[in-house]
């Protein structure tokens, strides 16, 4: 297929990355979304979310008119050749996925698909979906394709175009052969295999990224316990090519969108098919555990108590570089602090908007006024850069935890604070 006809169903961080990048691959793509108002300032060339490149690539499309963005998918999907499925996959009951979305859409569209257009889960979808979406179709004539999503965001659009590989997998392996046809402008490894197959590397390879953390994590307590520098023991494991460097620093907790949701979707599966994943359970244990010894961390850099401590917060986005708040492990420590009696004020550079149990301020220093502590939650790199002298002079306290190993010690302690790292020995 060249220059397909692709209907992109959700235009959240995967469907509007897909779609952009489809149409910058010379597709013809029509995203639909059920909320009017995105839809609205999509089609006007505006993008909400924070990723490099996106809003470019939205303008150049909507300028070629390759791509545009409607409400309401059954009009849409009248001449598809591939409809995209990207809406969302949250947890459910009990911790599966909860497939609500995906099945709306089938239910709307499985009429007026025309025959031989492709039905592609590229929402994260647990192994058997693309069976049940055939089940809900009914039809013979509608492959279903199975192609996960591996992008991250803030890089969003660097991942599509440059993608680590591409998974294809279908019971119809014609159709999955067009399906990765599609992206044969990208240099990438293609695996075509069937559906079970593809829809199974998706979590397979999160909840392994997931487990690296809670481990990595946990070497990191060691490492406190033991008199260990973490710095030094990641790095002596990650020259060795069969661990790598990636995934290997210590943080107050996965969170994010994906990781927790698929965690538990694949515990729900393996049980489902009477598996205990315990090793996957217990990187979900420790998850926890890793929160509350960074909670007992900040009570330690304000004298043993929270009650009434002011703690000044920097970072609230789930990583640098995205303004997603989506289980993001830094509201989970500020909700816990505020649970404790603090008082919490915080900066993000990405985020504006009020939040619960905390007064978000716009300027980096106005969390440091009065402050019993300042705690580093999201990797930012501009908080490096901070005057921490200047920090230091607006505090009352002189505690500063850096839960992500963001921060040289060295320029904390000249600045007159105390520094607290994570599984690295205090500077003497
Ligand atoms: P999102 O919440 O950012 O966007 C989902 C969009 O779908 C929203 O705009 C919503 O309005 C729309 N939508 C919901 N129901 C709809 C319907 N019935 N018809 C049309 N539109 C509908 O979600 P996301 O982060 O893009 O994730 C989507 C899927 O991709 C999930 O399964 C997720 O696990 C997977 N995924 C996400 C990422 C990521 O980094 N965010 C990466 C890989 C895979």
Same mark, same amino acid.
């Given at each position: ?54 809003? +470019?690539?939205? =303008? ?63 929402? =994260? ?11 809900? !179709? ?54 075509? =295999?069937?559906?079970?197959?593809? +829809? ?12 690296? !953390? ?33 995934? !290997? ?36 244990? +420790? ?46 420590? =500020? ?94």
């Amino acid at each position: 297929m060249s220059g397909a006809r692709i209907v992109v169903i959700g235009t959240g961080y995967v469907g509007l990355t897909t779609g952009a990048c489809l149409a910058a691959l010379g597709h013809q793509v029509t995203c639909v979304d059920v909320d009017d108002v995105k839809v609205a300032r999509l089609a006007a060339g505006r993008v909400d979310i924070l990723e490099p490149g996106l809003e +470019e690539l939205v =303008t150049r499309g909507l300028a070629a008119r390759r791509l545009r963005f409607v409400v309401g998918s059954r009009a849409a999907v009248a001449d598809a050749e591939a409809v995209y499925l990207c809406v969302p996959t949250p947890m459910g009951a009990g911790g599966a996925a909860d497939l609500r979305a995906v099945e709306a859409v089938i239910a709307e569209i499985a009429d007026v698909l025309p025959a031989g257009c492709a039905v592609v889960t590229k929402s =994260t979808v647990p192994v058997g979906t693309a069976q049940r979406i055939r089940a809900l !179709l009914g039809r013979d004539d509608v492959p279903v394709v199975a192609n996960p999503e591996f992008l991250r965001e803030g890089t969003a659009v660097a991942d599509f175009m440059h993608p680590d590989r591409i998974v294809v997998g279908s019971d119809d392996e014609a159709a999955a052969r067009r399906i990765a046809d599609l992206y044969r402008d990208l240099s990438a490894p293609n695996v075509i =295999t069937d559906a079970a197959s593809a +829809e199974l590397v998706k979590y397979a390879a999160n909840c392994f990224l997931a487990m690296k !953390l809670s481990y990595v994590n946990a070497i990191a307590e060691l490492c406190e316990r033991l008199g260990a520098d973490i710095v030094s023991v990641t790095e002596g494991m990650g020259h060795d090519r069969r661990i790598g460097r990636s995934f !290997l620093k210590p943080g107050p907790g996965w969170g994010g969108s994906c990781l927790p949701k698929d965690t538990h979707a694949l515990v729900q599966v393996a049980e489902s098919v009477g598996f205990d994943f315990s090793l996957l359970t217990a990187a979900i244990v +420790e998850n926890i555990a890793q929160r509350d010894r960074i909670v007992a961390k900040i009570a330690g850099a304000v004298g043993g108590s929270l009650a009434a401590a002011r703690i000044g917060v920097l970072g609230l986005a789930f990583k640098a570089g995205t303004n997603d708040l989506r289980d993001s492990p830094a509201l989970s420590v =500020t909700s816990m602090l505020a649970a404790h009696g603090a008082e919490v004020t915080a900066y993000d550079p990405a985020v504006r908007e009020a939040l619960p149990g905390m007064t978000v301020v716009d300027d980096p220093y106005q969390v440091a006024k009065d402050a019993d502590a300042i705690v580093v939650l999201t990797e930012w790199a501009e908080f490096t850069k901070l005057d921490w002298g200047y920090v230091a002079d607006l505090m009352q306290g002189d505690g500063v935890v850096d839960t992500r190993n963001l921060l040289e010690p060295r320029t904390i302690t000249d600045a007159g604070l105390s520094y607290v790292g994570l599984g690295r020995p205090r500077p003497a």
